[in-house]
């Protein structure tokens, strides 16, 4: 052993006992999920909401985004299963005039620390339903998470649906530019993108049929205005970019009802810090459940048909490394007592030091 190596050692040791000294834990992981529960939960005792209680229960997240859940009678089913989870945080987002039933929502263990929907600018009417932006405060890191819950216009490949998905995909990235989003924060845009169609449309102008008599696009909306069916294709400029997600089986589709191309229709988008940590990710499909099979999960395995009773969308969810806080500055060195050469690391004794 050579005379600097029990110092450089040491040193490293000095700053584990300090980091630990000060209270400091390690890295925070979250579990976040998204599922499309369609047309809302149903009421208890309902196929659609006991099923889609197993199925979230099996998985377990910490956070879960909801798509279609619905508002008027039917926002109280949303806060029974809400409850029936155990999420103390919940958050239903209000309608849309383009559409007044679906909503977007979020159940969370932890505190919703600021609450955003993205809209439309003064004077227009683009965006189908109003998605929620929702910051929350996970413990362990510094760098709490952004989660969009994204919901766009279904689900005609026409020309016109087109058109609007292309719409209120500017305006989600617009909303993280203007929320000045650096890349180092944890930021997920998750969903249904409905992202069908003709890949690589161009538009000269806005369509002449299939627009809503309520429709009115920004006036800073600019043409040519391009469609494309990859979320890659609207993100990448904001550093974000597609998870890769699949089923235990390899499968992508995410669309129950459907076995073609088109029935991946649910995305997780990831911010480049995020997608620089180390992260695992899943498509639950409880027919391909069982013991050891996919990602841990820590609730009663359901039926083997609860997803397609659940909903006509699979949910996605993934493990995601946060990163635990910043470790306190050292103010002084603690001093080591001298140890030979043969010695064992843990025979010296650190005295002093501060953080």
Not at 187 to 195: E, K
Not at 215 to 221: E, F, I, S, T, W
Not at 300 to 306: E, V, Y
Request: overall charge neutral.
């Amino acid at each position: 052993m050579s005379s600097s190596a029990p110092s450089t050692r040491l040193s490293s040791l000095c700053a584990v006992v300090l980091w630990a000294a000060a209270g400091l834990s390690p890295a925070a992981t979250v579990r976040l999920a998204s599922f499309n529960i369609e047309r809302g939960f149903g009421a208890p005792g309902s196929d659609s909401f006991e099923q889609a209680r197993a199925v979230i229960a099996r998985v377990n997240p910490d956070i879960i985004a909801i798509v279609e859940p619905q508002g008027g009678s039917d926002a109280v089913n949303f806060t029974n299963m809400a409850q029936a989870l155990s999420y103390p945080h919940h958050l239903l987002s209000g309608s849309s005039v383009l559409d007044t039933t679906l909503r977007t929502g979020i159940f969370s263990r932890y505190p919703l620390t600021s609450t955003n929907s993205i809209q439309s600018p003064a004077g227009a009417v683009e965006m189908t339903r109003q998605n929620l932006a929702v910051k929350i405060d996970v413990p362990g890191t510094p760098r709490d998470p952004l989660v969009i819950v994204l919901h766009l216009k279904c689900c005609s490949s026409s020309a016109a649906d087109s058109f609007r998905r292309a719409v209120e995909l500017r305006r989600t990235r617009e909303f993280v530019q203007a929320n000045s989003i650096p890349a180092l924060d944890h930021v997920l845009i998750v969903g249904d993108y409905n992202l069908v169609g003709s890949d690589n449309a161009v538009f000269a102008a806005p369509p002449l049929t299939g627009l809503p008599g309520r429709y009115r696009l920004g006036a800073d909306v600019t043409f040519p205005l391009t469609y494309r069916t990859d979320p890659d294709f609207y993100f990448s400029s904001v550093g974000m970019a597609k998870l890769p997600v699949t089923q235990v089986n390899g499968a992508t589709k995410t669309w129950s009802t459907r076995a073609s191309s088109s029935s991946v229709l649910d995305y997780m988008v990831a911010s480049s810090a995020l997608r620089a940590r180390p992260f695992q990710t899943e498509i639950y499909n409880s027919a391909l459940d069982g013991p050891g099979l996919g990602l841990p999960k820590t609730g009663p395995l359901p039926a083997t048909n609860a997803t397609s009773l659940a909903s006509d969308h699979f949910l996605l969810f993934g493990d995601f490394d946060l990163g635990g806080p910043e470790p306190a500055p050292v103010l002084t060195w603690p001093a080591a007592s001298t140890i030979s050469a043969g010695q064992a690391l843990a025979d010296a004794v650190l005295s002093g030091g501060a953080a």
